[in-house]
């Protein structure tokens, strides 16, 4: 998943306003930070994706990112 992959992913899933809020904000355990200092810190974006879907319990069918190709498919 590439940064713009994830970041559509993201407004995809949670909104244009709400999701540069979430990046910027929103701690994740898993990965001992926010979004963006994860992506800042060489996290992979898929990576960062999924955390934020463990976090906010975003069904299996979404998690490859509304509007994103099912890499499974």
């Known amino acids: 998943m590439k940064a713009s ?3 559509r992913a993201v407004e995809e899933e ?3 306003s709400y999701s540069s809020v979430l990046i910027r904000d929103h701690w994740l355990v898993a990965l001992g930070g ?3 200092e994860a ?6 974006a898929k990576t960062v994706w999924l955390a934020l ?10 998690r490859h990112g ?5 890499p499974q498919k």
Request: net charge negative; with cysteine; hydrophobic share 40%.
């Open 66 to 70: 509304r509007g994103l190709i099912d």
């Open 34 to 36: 926010t979004a963006q």
């Open 39 to 44: 992506l800042e810190a060489g996290v992979p």
């Open 53 to 62: 879907c463990d976090d906010f319990a975003i069904p299996e069918d979404r």
């Open 5 to 7: 992959e994830f970041r």
């Open 14 to 16: 949670f909104g244009v």
